[in-house]
């Protein structure tokens, strides 16, 4: 319009869409949707006046320009009437086709200002701070902007057949389609409504009641496909219908003869070689007309047939329950069967358990049966045993006595036949039966002098490993000055015979193999005096650990038995010949071969009160007699048999 108008030709208007639906033919069948545009919670009133009823419309009224800016300065906001298109309103055309006369001047009158007078803003809120305005704004929305939604009703029901969603916080509230199909044809057939709109904005405490409007579909007006091609202004609280082909409304602040004026309307469509296609024949519409209507009786029969269905399903819906439980049942039945048949199995297995349990009970009960008859026995004879036990344990206490005399006159035997004696002037150097034998030190020493003193050893050790029930891991062969030893576990080079066999002898031998020969006799000794609770404290020193192994072996109480002939038959004895009366006659005897010195005489009396103290092990005090004690039980026999 406005092309045509700065032109200045007269164009015939652009063709509006066709609806598809004739007035008449429109149901709420084909209701799909509902919108509200432009909407207001303040009533604004229904009929626009002509002119103001005020002085001011009088023509002999004062218009000066100070009056002219102050009336333009108190008009309110104004409301918009469009939220599709803010475009300015088009005018209508009349109907011959000219240019409508312009509703307002084409340029505005300005009042002239004089002198005194003060030029004033026409913008509200220009001085405002961004505060106030904020404010301002905030308060138009809260007043503008609401919770809206709307009800469907029908006539003969006073329930409505549809309830639509909140549309939160908007001007234009949107609703989600919806179809009226499930209503029924009582409903889907009818082409009149009421729809109810309700409102609520901030400043509201409840719902607002804000519309009633009913209309019937054939006085709607068909605005198009979109309201993207619709120029015209909609009115405050505007209510749009979306149909099948469209979107209708009513305009009911139209003037009369533009609603009355003839639509213009989209030529038919043409045949592509330029005929206009026939229309359908009077027979096709009628009985297009009469298959609508044997559908919709078929709906009506679907529905009658439905509701009969519902009424007999209500009449017996005890019998169908019943019927619907009978599976479920029959599901819980083989639940509790199977539960049932595995508690028999459980049954039946505890009860084998028990049956076991049972026997098993009364098997021990015959055996503790028998056990106490046998206790009972045993306690009767119990005294008699104890009495024996009592003898035995005397016996064996006098066995064991007399056994460690006989190792104690052993070793006052060895000590007599082999003595030791302290070398005078030299420390810790010691000679047996007048032969010096060094402490693992043999380059000054003479080779016939040392091989005789270590046979002598070797004769010793020997004789003691039986009567100490210790077996030698490196045992001795006895050949006099030509003794050899043993050590099973040597690997070395075969020498001469045997390499695993060491001597005792310096000379015709390799030196290093006499020394391992040595060390081997020093370690039974250190094994000896180990039976015996002695812990040398150089295992180099051969005769001095020798010495103080004879020294505590031969302590003890008591006088030492005779040796008699026979060997074990002087244990049996009572009565004998002592060789000498107490352990301390040893000392005298090892002594008095000659004076010791004076380091030897503190060597003696360290060893004296070793002696007399006890040695120790884990704790516990160890004598020599307690020594023999602890190993008497192994080799008795085969060491009394030596005695002899």
């Known amino acids: 319009m406005a092309e045509s108008t700065l032109s200045g030709q007269s164009a015939p208007p652009p063709p509006r869409e066709r609806p598809w639906l004739l007035p008449y033919n429109r149901k709420l069948r084909h209701l799909q949707g ?62 011959n086709g000219s240019l409508p006369e312009p509703t307002t001047p084409t340029k505005a009158t300005r009042p002239s200002v004089g002198k005194g007078l003060r030029r004033r803003t026409t913008m509200e809120w220009t001085n405002a701070s961004p505060l106030t305005r904020q404010k301002k704004l905030e308060d138009i929305t809260a007043d503008r902007m609401a919770d809206t939604f709307f009800t469907l009703h029908v006539e003969k029901q006073e329930e409505p057949v549809y309830i639509s969603e909140v549309a939160e916080k908007a001007m234009n509230p949107n609703f989600k389609f919806f179809d009226l199909g499930p209503c029924g044809p009582g409903v889907t057939r009818l082409d009149k409504l009421t729809v109810k709109v309700w409102a609520k904005s901030e400043s509201m405490s409840s719902w607002q009641y804000l519309m009633d409007y009913t209309v019937r579909l054939r006085s709607l007006q068909f605005i198009g496909k979109s309201l993207g091609t619709f120029r015209h202004s909609l009115p405050q609280n505007c209510i749009l219908f979306h149909m099948t082909d469209g979107i209708y409304t009513s305009f009911t602040d139209l003037p009369t003869p533009e609603r009355a004026g003839n639509v213009v309307l989209a030529p038919p469509k043409q045949h592509p070689d330029g005929r206009i296609p026939n229309s359908s024949s009077y027979d096709a519409l009628m009985r297009l007309s009469t298959l609508d209507d044997c559908i919709q009786d078929a709906l009506v029969t679907r529905d009658r047939i439905a509701d009969e269905i519902e009424s007999i399903l209500a009449v017996n819906r005890g019998a169908i329950s019943a019927m619907e439980q009978v599976p479920e049942t029959e599901e819980n039945l083989r639940t509790v069967q199977a539960a049932v048949d595995a508690e028999k199995r459980r049954v039946n297995h505890a009860r084998g358990r028990r049956d076991e349990l049972k026997a098993n009970i009364e098997q021990r009960r015959q055996k503790m049966k028998v056990g106490q008859e046998q206790q009972q026995h045993v306690d009767r004879h119990m005294p008699e045993q104890r009495e024996k036990c009592g003898e035995i344990k005397e016996l064996i206490a006098q066995v064991d006595e ?33 032969l010096l034998l060094p402490n693992s030190e043999f380059d000054d020493a003479k080779d016939d002098v040392t091989a005789a003193a270590l046979s002598y050893v070797a004769q010793v050790v020997s004789q003691l490993s039986p009567y100490l029930s210790v077996n030698l891991p490196y045992p001795i062969t006895l050949h006099g000055s030509a003794s050899t030893i043993e050590d099973p576990l040597a690997v070395g080079v075969n020498t001469q015979n045997n390499p695993r066999t060491y001597p005792l002898y310096m000379k015709g031998v390799v030196r290093y193999r006499f020394e391992y020969g040595v060390f081997l006799l020093n370690k039974n000794i250190e094994i000896l005096s180990n039976a015996l609770g002695l812990r040398p404290i150089d295992i180099r020193q051969t005769l001095p650990n020798l010495k103080y192994l004879l020294y505590v072996a031969t302590a003890g109480k008591g006088e030492l038995p005779a040796r008699k002939a026979g060997g074990i038959k002087g244990l049996l004895r009572k009565d004998g010949m002592s060789s000498r009366k107490g352990s301390m006659d040893s000392t005298a005897t090892a002594s008095s071969a000659g004076t010791p010195t004076a380091e030897l005489q503190k060597n003696l009396e360290d060893v004296g009160a070793k002696r007399i103290s006890h040695p120790r092990v884990n704790g516990a005090p160890v004598t020599a007699v307690g020594s023999l004690k602890q190993n008497s039980g192994m080799h008795t026999g085969s060491k009394l048999r030596h005695v002899g």
């Open 34 to 95: 509902i919108t509200i545009r432009n909407l207001t919670l303040t009533s604004t009133p229904s009929r626009l006046r002509g002119k103001t009823i005020d002085d001011e419309a009088i023509p002999s009224t004062l218009k000066s320009p100070t009056k002219a800016l102050a009336l333009r300065e108190s008009k309110g906001l104004a409301h918009s009437r469009s939220s599709s298109d803010l475009k300015t309103k088009e005018t209508a055309r009349p109907s």
């Open 402 to 434: 007399d056994i460690l005399g006989q190792r104690r006159r052993v070793c006052e035997d060895l000590l007599k036949l082999y003595p030791i004696e302290p070398v005078p002037g030299k420390s810790f150097a010691f000679s047996m039966r007048g």
